[in-house]
């Protein structure tokens, strides 16, 4: 996207908003971190355009693989909100490279310090359950847990063929992950907030 481009996309997005609340700005497309000066001109841009007493959100989803030390400066000094894509720990089926190599591991390694890096409550865990890892969903959730984050979001992916077998499983992981939120929770220990939940 041309810097043109973005200035009219945000000149937009400035002007047809409502006028009350928050504006929420969002980036989506690949790894958003690849254009990284793009987002920072959006999202100055935008700040620019609104009025001092108006907030304006940012939020965006990443791998955290392409993500620089200034980008992480820059979402700490700029209060932004990272989705950090990863559907459970390092041996987990799903995110891949471009060459098709799991990348699992290397987000899994790559969170904590993430996590110690920017502010609590700024980055959260998105996480797609599959039929393909379905079946170990509820140790999913306790795995991203255990990395340290404190919203894990998840949703099925919805165009999966989801056949009587894996709804089964999903049935029985749901049934898992409520014994384990209550005997953490008998036990005092801190679980992440699960919105989906």
Known sequence: MTSET?????????????????LNLSFFGGEPFLAAGQMRRAASRARALVPVNRRVGIVTPTNALAMSEADV???????????????????????RFSDGGSAA???AEAVPELLRALPPGSVMARMTVTPANVG??????????GLGFEKV????????GWDEPALALW?????????WIL???????????????
């Open 73 to 95: 400066a820059w979402c700490r000094q700029s209060d932004v909100e990272l989705a950090v894509s990863v559907d459970g720990g390092p041996d987990t089926p799903g995110r």
């Open 153 to 160: 979001f998840y949703l099925p992916d919805y165009g999966a």
């Open 136 to 145: 170990v969903f509820c140790a999913n959730i306790r795995t991203l847990a």
């Open 171 to 179: 049935r029985r992981e749901h049934e898992r992950l409520v014994t």
């Open 183 to 197: 005997g953490a929770r008998g036990a005092g220990k801190k679980l992440p907030e699960l919105p989906a939940w």
């Open 105 to 107: 591991r290397a987000i």
């Open 6 to 22: 973005v200035d009219r996309a945000i000149d937009w997005f400035v002007a047809n908003a409502s006028d009350e609340g928050t």
